[in-house]
């Protein structure tokens, strides 16, 4: 069978692709995966706050505790909705489910605190003590990323 010149080059060009192209779009499809499971999570943090009940059983209590995983879960959304590399958003991910599964396991909606004492690390060399500071960050739990004051 004899092709002619452009029916050839037409079947060489659908043959051929970009590498590039097919990682923009399994960037895209990353994305558009991501962005469903945030949205899976945020709806259910915002129902769990809809049916959450204090372990102590007061009423003001519930109250209290549903409002902070109103606030926790849209404040932390917010601070989040610019982020754009993937890691960080599965990171994020990550803490919203982990926290969720903690609360709903220990019946308290607040973050568990985490106990390594000032001394318990190595000592640095330098003065400000640089590498504790970093050895901190590196032991935080990822239930508590988003807390600052830790």
């Given at each position: 069978?004899?092709?002619?010149?452009?029916?050839?080059?037409?079947?060489?060009?659908?043959?051929?692709?970009?590498?590039?192209?097919?990682?923009?779009?399994?960037?895209?499809?990353?994305?558009?995966?991501?962005?469903?499971?945030?949205?899976?999570?945020?709806?259910?943090?915002l129902r769990t706050a809809l049916k959450w009940e204090a372990s102590s059983g007061v009423l003001s209590d519930t109250k209290s505790e549903r409002e902070y995983i109103k606030t926790e879960t849209k404040e932390l959304f917010r601070k989040n909705r610019q982020l754009t590399d993937v890691e960080e958003i599965k990171l994020c991910i990550q803490e919203g489910e982990s926290r969720l599964t903690m609360a709903l396991h220990y019946r308290t909606p607040y973050p568990r605190p985490v106990n390594i004492p000032y001394g318990g690390l190595p000592p640095s060399m330098s003065k400000d003590k640089k590498a504790q500071v970093r050895l901190r960050k590196q032991a935080k739990p990822v239930y508590m990323k988003s807390h600052d004051e830790y």
């Amino acid at each position: 069978m004899h092709y002619s010149s452009s029916a050839k080059s037409q079947s060489q060009k659908r043959i051929q692709y970009d590498p590039s192209s097919l990682r923009i779009k399994s960037t895209k499809m990353a994305a558009i995966s991501l962005r469903s499971q945030s949205l899976s999570l945020y709806k259910s943090l915002l129902r769990t706050a809809l049916k959450w009940e204090a372990s102590s059983g007061v009423l003001s209590d519930t109250k209290s505790e549903r409002e902070y995983i109103k606030t926790e879960t849209k404040e932390l959304f917010r601070k989040n909705r610019q982020l754009t590399d993937v890691e960080e958003i599965k990171l994020c991910i990550q803490e919203g489910e982990s926290r969720l599964t903690m609360a709903l396991h220990y019946r308290t909606p607040y973050p568990r605190p985490v106990n390594i004492p000032y001394g318990g690390l190595p000592p640095s060399m330098s003065k400000d003590k640089k590498a504790q500071v970093r050895l901190r960050k590196q032991a935080k739990p990822v239930y508590m990323k988003s807390h600052d004051e830790y």
